[in-house]
């Protein structure tokens, strides 16, 4: 009887690290998915940090060209006056 009791516990014993290999084996599986949408997350995030850094400098370089062409305006509007006065 005794032995019978420590067959039965034993299979048991063994059914329930199939379980956990099992179990093991699914998280496993899930930790390799997430690893992988973390990987392609992080990859995206660099790419829409890019695009806003680029973003944000556009409004520099059209503030960049109205000055250039105001001093510009402003230079030939001086040299046309000079330009008058002497001929």
């Known amino acids: 009887m005794d032995e019978t009791l420590i067959i039965s516990r034993f299979e048991r014993l063994e059914k329930d690290v199939e379980k956990l ?4 084996s ?3 599986l899930k930790l390799v998915r ?4 973390l990987k392609t997350l992080t990859e ?3 790419r ?4 806003i850094t ?3 400098q556009q409004p520099q370089k059209r ?8 001093v510009t305006a402003a230079i030939s509007a001086v040299v046309a006056f000079f330009a008058g006065k002497l001929l």
């Open 26 to 28: 699914q998280d496993s």
């Open 34 to 37: 997430i690893e992988e949408q």
């Open 21 to 24: 290999k099992d179990a093991n």
């Open 54 to 56: 680029q973003l944000l």
């Open 44 to 46: 995206k995030f660099e």
């Open 63 to 70: 503030w960049d060209l109205v000055t250039a062409s105001v």
């Open 48 to 51: 829409l940090e890019a695009q």
